[in-house]
């Protein structure tokens, strides 16, 4: 209906226009919202106010010529008035509302489902933590949302592929082996120190262990920086299978696993760098390869090549995201800590320096997150034993609340996750609240089966029964649904989906607990049961693009 309406406001400017009623050609970008005051419509826009400038007008009466050329052919309006400093108002007719009620049966599972994917093929990056230690909480974020997105970009046409980035090169490999096997020396009965830039956590020691239950003592017969290598190989590995049963315990698959040791493996970062020096963007200064990232609004170049022949990070960062447009993918999704912020212009600049638009690449940014325990802090550190791991927390309050609980507010907002409230069986707890909804229809079906019950065709139920102010504003947010998945994909944020919930799951536990769904009254328990199992579909759909389960009990 938004869409619609938005098409009706944009050809009545057309016709303004082409009447010479208005001016501008160039229409600014037609936002349409929902006032938060009945009385102020079903849908507002405020396009009369950003269009007077140009048009040399009052914003009343733009709105007002607006509304003049307006052609309702439909009749879907009921009326319009003009509002305030020149905001139009738009008040819809009843009908548009049960209309709703028909697309969800004829769709089922489809509606809210979208096409300006247009089937284009999307690469989400996401999680990528160096293999030298488990996920934590702040990766379980990062895993949840871009899990989420996925699925919302697949659920809007798009062709989705889920990669994690395995940072298996670098110092953090040679620390990573340096700390397993001192760790490994010590069990041996070794005298040994433990340097502070080491891993300390006992998931280290325990890494040694299990190096000498299935290698020995073969370690102590190289020499060490061969031990080295070889062990923190061992122990990346054995890592990296960790971290893989902790992400299907969370619910989370990848496509593809992408190692970094491939792109020099198979001289991937040379080939780069020369296709960049070819198009004349690589210099060098001081012994070191640099690119000519300002050019393309980085504020500074950067180094591709040390003056000791020693590659970068960044070297690798520009041949994984040449590879990933080598593979066809049309758009590039990184979900980043916040941390990263600094990479954006230069990652953006790479892209451009490859002859892409920067648009190509779309990078999430996900804040910190803050466990708390009934309101009060707990105690944040990546020793193991610490309640820090992506692990406990799943394991203590469930994958559902989990994944709930980290995709409630915006990515780039910092999260309080209260462990108590998500495992609380009540309304407080937001995830609880909405399955509760689901599983309440649930039961609500049940007793209509047991009473014989039976819903007719969708054309024999008298949907005018369903006129209650209450009835009324549930079907209007069954009816933003697909505008809301449609939204979450355009501005990649999987945040909008909870909060939706939240309100739909309020609004329907409220009708519940003022009027009965099933009553002596036949046509209208007929009314109400397919209102309520259209709330059923969409909380399930809804709840399955989240990766969140949707109990028919509970």
Not at 527 to 540: P, Q, T
Request: hydrophobic share 40%; with cysteine; charged share 30%.
């Amino acid at each position: 209906m938004k869409k619609a309406l938005t098409e009706l406001i944009s050809d009545s400017i057309r016709r303004c226009v082409d009447k010479g009623l208005l001016r501008s050609r160039e229409t600014p970008p037609l936002i349409l919202e929902s006032p938060k005051e009945k009385y102020h419509g079903d849908y507002a826009t405020n396009i009369a106010l950003v269009m007077t400038a140009r048009e040399g007008k009052p914003p009343r009466e733009v709105a007002r010529i607006i509304v003049s050329q307006l052609e309702d052919e439909d009749g879907v309006i009921e009326k319009m008035e003009i509002g305030g400093p020149g905001f139009i108002n738009f008040y819809l007719k009843e009908k548009v509302w049960y209309s709703v009620l028909e697309e969800i049966g004829r769709k089922g599972e489809d509606f809210g489902k979208g096409k300006i994917g247009e089937g284009r093929r999307v690469q989400v990056e996401f999680i990528s933590a160096n293999p030298t230690g488990p996920l934590h909480v702040g990766h379980g974020r990062g895993a949840a949302i871009g899990d989420a997105l996925a699925r919302i970009l697949e659920a809007c046409d798009y062709r989705v592929f889920k990669e994690y980035y395995i940072n298996d090169v670098g110092s953090q490999m040679n620390i990573l082996g340096q700390s397993v096997f001192l760790r490994y020396l010590h069990a041996l009965g070794k005298e040994v120190e433990f340097p502070d830039y080491c891993y300390q956590g006992d998931y280290i020691a325990e890494i040694a262990e299990k190096a000498i239950n299935e290698r020995g003592e073969e370690y102590l017969h190289y020499p060490q920086e061969e031990s080295i290598q070889s062990i923190a190989s061992f122990g990346a590995n054995d890592i990296l299978r960790g971290i893989q049963g902790d992400l299907d315990q969370f619910g989370v698959h990848f496509d593809g696993w992408f190692s970094e040791k491939e792109l020099y493996r198979e001289e991937k970062v040379p080939r780069a760098i020369e296709d960049l020096k070819k198009k004349g963007l690589v210099y060098e200064k001081d012994g070191a390869l640099w690119l000519k990232t300002s050019h393309y609004g980085d504020e500074k170049d950067r180094v591709l090549v040390k003056a000791n022949g020693e590659t970068t990070y960044f070297a690798s960062d520009v041949a994984y995201h040449k590879d990933k447009l080598d593979r066809g993918f049309e758009v590039l999704i990184n979900i980043w800590g916040a941390d990263h912020h600094g990479y954006v212009p230069r990652m953006k600049a790479t892209l451009m320096a490859m002859g892409k638009d920067e648009a190509v690449l779309k990078i999430v940014l996900v804040q910190l997150v803050s466990l708390m325990r009934d309101g009060k802090p707990v105690a944040m550190s990546t020793r193991a034993g610490e309640f820090t791991t992506l692990r406990n927390v799943v394991e203590e309050v469930g994958r559902d609340a989990a994944r709930f609980f980290f995709l409630m507010r915006r990515p780039d907002s910092q999260l309080d996750f209260d462990l108590e409230l998500a495992k609380r069986q009540s309304a407080e707890n937001p995830v609880y609240y909405v399955q509760y909804a689901h599983a309440r229809i649930c039961s609500i079906f049940r007793e209509a089966l047991n009473k014989g019950i039976v819903l007719p065709r969708f054309k024999d139920i008298d949907l005018h029964l369903l006129n209650l102010p209450e009835e009324l504003d549930l079907l209007k947010h069954l009816t933003a649904y697909p505008e809301v998945v449609e939204a979450s994909a355009i501005t990649l944020e999987p945040h909008r989906i909870p909060f939706y919930l939240m309100e739909l799951s309020s609004l329907f536990h409220s009708y519940y607990n003022k009027y009965r769904v099933i009553s002596s009254e036949v046509e209208l328990t007929q009314a109400r049961l397919l209102l309520v199992g259209a709330i059923k579909g969409i909380i399930k759909s809804a709840l399955d693009v989240l990766g969140i389960s949707a109990p028919e009990k509970m």
